[in-house]
Every structure is written in structure tokens, then in C-alpha cells.
């Protein structure tokens, strides 16, 4: 069965998570996605409130910048919310969007590299490995965790959206997270080159979970606002990008993304969604029953 999830959008002031986070947990959604954009909520610091005040429901974190970040102290707190909350954190990195990283200093001339290098690093210290490595950008000397997540965690994710990026993921990653800017085509085309980058690093065997956004809107007004928002984001000429309706036509297009090979579809409000707690209570106690592709 695939798992449904809602996201948490960062242009809500921090103060409101509390309140979505104990809904979902409440109404039973299963997962909870929240975002690390510049220059808004820490992805971390936000995952960690959002578990502590919740008890069930897995919280996302899709996804962590790399260029941010240091890899020994991604794997830190990566761990220290393992140990804490077994089995209910699912962390993504990503190499960022390139405009935010040069505002702050952080650009890198090959994204791609550092990614690989980054995941590399960062799934074998989560493993509890002691790692050494002088990459062009990741550097550790005799590194290891000395509190490594005691139980399986589910790996790392990474954010990819074209071609050489996804091939990585296959190669590096343990699954992929795919932006609203995808529809079923795109998912099946995704799972293809994930496919191959597994291939190509002889890392067939075992799950890639596959977590795509999926751009909702519903309400009255629900149709206006998804235009407004795929023009706002350049995509209006993608065919089958999003959905507006009531939990029927939601429904249908989270199974048309499953049946293209996606294991989790998070449902993603539009930026002006006017009540982000009915928008969890509509994904958990409307969609989600209707929900009923098997993977």
C-alpha cells in the first residue's frame, strides 16, 4: 500500500507547526513533509518539534541542501533523530537550489559531485562505519558516530530532477524525491534512470523508495488557485501536473503516480492554502481512504 503524506509548507510562520503536526498525528496521516528553504524554517530544528510533539506520524524532511552543511554534522543529527524516534524520521539532501547556496557563500562548482560525495559519506556513517575520504569536496580523517542509529532508519533520500541527478540517486542514494513539477510520465521516466544508476553500481537488489509531491488544491476556489500557482511556477503547459477537487479526483491522481512507480505521494497545498490544518484533516480522514494501490 502507498503511503500518504502532506506537506507542512515554510512560507507558514514556524509558530503554526505545532498545531498541523499534533493534527496529523491525530487524524492518522502517515507522513508529514516539511521543507529547508532559504531563507525560512531549519529543516532539523523543525523535524525535531514536529516528532516531539507527535507520536506516530513519520515526519520528512525533503530536503536538507548539502552545500549547507558539513557531512559529519548532517550525520549527527541525522542519527540523534534515529535514536530519539526510531523509525519516524525520513531525511532527503539535495544539492540545493544554486541561486539561495550562491547568496550565502555556498555555491560549488560541480552540485552533482559534492551530492555523490555527500551521500556516499553520509549513508556510510549512518551504517556506523568509520570512514575516511579525501573527495574534491567531502574530506573526513578516521570519522566515525559514536551514537549511529541503533535500529534501520530507511537510508538517506536525495532531490533529483533531471537526468544526471537521478542516475545518482540509483547510484547513491537509498530513495528519491521527486518535486510537484512531476507527473506520471515523469515518475515513470524517473524510476527508469533511478533503475539504471542502481544498475550501474550493482545495487539492484533491495526497495528505492520513490516520494513524489503532488500539487493539490480543494474548496471552492480550488481550481483557480492551482492555475495561479503552475503559472507562478512556469509549469502551466505540463500536461497532468497537480490536481483541484474534492477526495475522489485527489484520490485518482495520487493512484495515477503510484501506478507510474511512486511509493509515496505528499500531498502539497498551494502557497496560499487558507487552512493548512483542514488540508491535513482532508488528506487524512477524506483522501487517504480512498487511497488503495498496492505496491
Known amino acids: 500500500m502507498t503511503s500518504l503524506g502532506a506537506v507542512f509548507r515554510p512560507q507558514l510562520a514556524p509558530e503554526r507547526l505545532r498545531s498541523v503536526a499534533r493534527l496529523a498525528d491525530d487524524a492518522g496521516l502517515e507522513e508529514l513533509w516539511l521543507w529547508e528553504d532559504c531563507f525560512r524554517e531549519g529543516g532539523i530544528s523543525t523535524a525535531a518539534a514536529a516528532l516531539a510533539w507527535t507520536e506516530r506520524v513519520r515526519v520528512g524532511v525533503g530536503l536538507l541542501p548539502v552545500p549547507l552543511r558539513n557531512v559529519a554534522i548532517t550525520a549527527m543529527e541525522a542519527a ?8 519516524r524520521a525520513i531525511l532527503g539532501v539535495g544539492h540545493g537550489v544554486q541561486d539561495w547556496m550562491g547568496q550565502v557563500g555556498a555555491r560549488v562548482e560541480s552540485p552533482v559531485t559534492l551530492l555523490r560525495e555527500h551521500l556516499l559519506a553520509l549513508r556510510a556513517l549512518l551504517s556506523g562505519e568509520r570512514v575516511t575520504v579525501d573527495g574534491r569536496y567531502v574530506k573526513l580523517d578516521d570519522v566515525a558516530l559514536d551514537w549511529p542509529p541503533e535500529a534501520p532508519h530507511g537510508g538517506v533520500l536525495a532531490g533529483a530532477t533531471g537526468p544526471r541527478s537521478l542516475r545518482l540517486t540509483g547510484e547513491a542514494a537509498d530513495g528519491t524525491i521527486l518535486t510537484a513539477s512531476t507527473n506520471a510520465e515523469g515518475v515513470r521516466t524517473a524510476r527508469r534512470l533511478v533503475e539504471e544508476g542502481r544498475a550501474a553500481a ?15 488544491a480543494t474548496g471552492p476556489d480550488a481550481a483557480a488557485r492551482l492555475r495561479a500557482e503552475l503559472t507562478a511556477e512556469g509549469v502551466e503547459a505540463v500536461p497532468d501536473l497537480g490536481v483541484a477537487g474534492d477526495a475522489g479526483a485527489v484520490a485518482k491522481a495520487v493512484e495515477r503516480l503510484v501506478e507510474a512507480g511512486a511509493d509515496s505521494v505528499v500531498l502539497q497545498p498551494t502557497a496560499d492554502e487558507p487552512d493548512p490544518e483542514g488540508f491535513v484533516r482532508f488528506a487524512a480522514e477524506e483522501v ?7 505496491r
Open 80 to 87: 540523534s533523530l534515529h535514536r530519539m524516534f526510531p523509525g
Open 202 to 216: 550493482g545495487r539492484e537488489a533491495g526497495p528505492h523508495r520513490l516520494v513524489v509531491y503532488l500539487l493539490t
Open 288 to 294: 487517504r481512504p480512498l487511497v488503495s494501490v498496492p
